[in-house]
């Protein structure tokens, strides 16, 4: 009862906040007078985008704030993130077995269809390597892809979305698929969906998707971790000078320094950083609680990073800490002699210790064939991660999370 009540008193004090702070700066514009059709904008909206920082999804036309919110199954806080004017949601097929959509879908059919912006993804029928599984037809694998989109659209009780994207796509050949891209035009000119998009963590399949041309919208990771290479930075810009509208996650960057959570990484200065870049249209941020979504809707106007933000990002070096995020290089697949898939595994790991979600993790690992994991048969392991991490005690570890049963998983 107790826990209710503070839910809805963090709730009260949240809104009431995001309120005055709304009339004192007029960085709020109503759901009502929203227009995402790239046409001309209500008259109190371009008064109010002189305060809120805006960027356009390529040439999707669609324009939204900065900050837009990841996956969540949080009624409360989801409806008071669309009072504050984030009003771009992105959510998947396999998010939280289907409770993810369901919950955006419950709350978003009371409003109007054009005052938000609603992106999902599928991941299909597909093996370790990210590609269709071999013992899948391509009948099949059509057949439930487009499954899972009917199962998405009633979840979400809507008769489209804005962005459709191929959940995960971290390998150029999957992109480059025809069947493949033909199912994602089917729904295009069905009007199942508005937009196309990939989600990667791969600067190599960035580059594959701007090749294809039929692809509006790329879901990418970067974060200030891209710093020293500019790598990741190089190919957004080249996706975005193409046309592509460019939506960043994994901005925190496994959100702690280290796996006792002593050391967080600042969630301000971080995604700051990545908004510095404009080619960067705006972020997917996790967000858990009142307190942090307070916390990323005062950068709606303003991403100037302080000197001690700047400190900050240098905190890794400081305390010689590797951090917990990979940068998906993919430099460990060929020393590995098993072809086990390292990056999946590091991204399972940053998903259980970084960001406390061990039922995302467990999924992630799914993903994997866990079959090829042989660590505990290796005496030691000669694999060089370009982030120092020790990759075979890592392994360990989070393959532990098989055995946990999913209702334990929170």
């Not at 990667?200 to 041309?213: A, D, L, P």
């Not at 891209?226 to 509208?245: P, R, S, Y």
């Not at 496994?254 to 080619?279: C, F, H, S």
């Not at 000197?307 to 010689?320: C, Q, V, W, Y």
């Amino acid at each position: 009862m107790n826990s209710k009540k503070n839910l809805k008193d963090n709730r009260r004090n949240f809104l009431k906040k995001g309120m005055v702070g709304a009339a004192g700066l007029s960085v709020v514009p109503s759901l009502s007078t929203l227009n995402f059709k790239g046409g001309k904008q209500h008259k109190m909206q371009e008064k109010e985008e002189t305060k809120v920082i805006y960027r356009t999804l390529g040439r999707t036309g669609i324009k939204v704030p900065v900050i837009s919110m990841g996956t969540s199954s949080n009624e409360y806080l989801i409806k008071a993130a669309l009072k504050t004017g984030i009003v771009h949601y992105d959510t998947a097929n396999g998010y939280g077995n289907g409770l993810h959509e369901t919950t955006f879908g419950r709350i978003l059919k009371d409003y109007p269809r054009e005052s938000f912006v609603i992106a999902t993804k599928i991941y299909g029928m597909r093996d370790d390597n990210g590609m269709p599984r071999a013992n899948v037809t391509s009948a099949e694998f059509i057949d439930d892809f487009r499954q899972s989109m009917e199962t998405s659209l009633k979840r979400l009780q809507m008769d489209y979305v804005d962005i459709f994207y191929l959940h995960a796509a971290d390998n150029s050949d999957v992109v480059k698929l025809n069947m493949v891209k033909d199912i994602m035009q089917e729904f295009k000119s069905e009007g199942k969906t508005k937009f196309l998009g990939i989600s990667t963590h791969s600067t190599e399949v960035i580059y594959t998707i701007v090749e294809e041309g039929i692809y509006d919208v790329i879901l990418t990771g970067y974060n200030f971790r891209d710093l020293e290479t500019g790598t990741v930075k190089k190919a957004i810009n080249h996706a975005a000078k193409a046309g592509c509208g460019i939506v960043g996650m994994k901005g925190l960057a496994g959100v702690y320094w280290d796996e006792e959570r002593k050391q967080p990484i600042n969630p301000k200065a971080a995604t700051k950083w990545m908004l510095q870049n404009e080619d960067i249209h705006t972020v997917i941020l996790s967000m858990n609680t009142f307190e942090q979504l307070e916390m990323y809707w005062s950068l709606m106007n303003d991403l100037t990073l302080t000197p001690e933000e700047k400190s900050d990002l240098r905190l890794g070096g400081e305390i010689s800490s590797t951090g917990m995020y990979c940068t998906q290089c993919r430099q460990c697949l060929p020393q590995c002699p098993h072809g086990v898939n390292i990056p999946r595994l590091m991204r399972s790991y940053m998903y259980a210790y970084g960001y406390r979600k061990p039922s995302k993790a467990k999924e992630t690992l799914r993903l994997v064939d866990t079959g090829k994991i042989k660590c505990n048969e290796c005496s030691s392991c000669d694999i060089e991660c370009s982030m120092g991490f020790n990759i075979r005690k890592k392994i360990i570890d989070i393959t532990r999370i098989r055995d946990i049963p999913d209702e334990f998983l929170v």
